[in-house]
């Protein structure tokens, strides 16, 4: 193992932990625990994680428990295969064991290779009264940046082949919310915080689960681990 990859894994093995002590403070609950240690290589993650469950689409790739590379082999993280654009999209889904308004804490260890864009989204839970739909979605570029909604708000920068970690805090009331979003760990950098918009205000007050994906457009792999979400009642 090369000096730059192992100083990379000890800024994110101390970065999860620390930022997991933060968002877990203030009485919150955890509602998603994933981190597939449990699970067997080469095969989907089982539904059932520490906290929380996964479900998994495969569209038009696969979604199995590997590793990114050798150098990191001895960890079990989550790989999201889409390698035919047009065909269905791929997807890994963590679902909360509580939804609804609230101060949510996300974070989740990403690695991303020289690929298409990957999209984490954040959505409505499946018990909700409402139609499905997603309230945020954060695509990371092929330029190494993030573009928020589709839009041209774009932040940051990200590594490739590297492992870095993504965390948002959402808060959620009746009449509004909003999330910042924070890239951290060796090579990666970025700050923003984002009004969610009114249109789809109804769908963030029934937050309950973050999708993981790669859409039917793009050709894309990339690998997500150790994720983590708490929520705090307003």
Known sequence: ????????????????????????????????????????????????????????????????????????KSKKWCGISHPFNNSDPTELTGNFTQFGKGKYGLLASLYIPVTEVVTVQFEASKQSPLPFGPFLHLDFMPEGDVRIDDGTHRFGQFPRNQNFVLSVNLNITDVAATAEITLLGANASGNTTVQISQNVLPLARHFGAVKFWVGFQHRATFFVDDIIVTRKNQ
């Open 1 to 72: 193992m090369n000096f730059r990859m192992s100083l990379t894994r000890f800024w994110c093995g101390l970065l999860i932990p620390a930022a997991f002590l933060l968002v877990s403070s203030c009485k919150s609950t955890t509602v998603l625990l994933a981190n597939f240690n449990n699970d067997h290589i080469g095969s989907p993650p089982a539904p059932n994680q520490a906290t929380g469950t996964v479900s998994v689409t495969s569209g038009g790739g696969s979604v199995i428990v590997t590793s990114p590379n050798d150098t990191i």
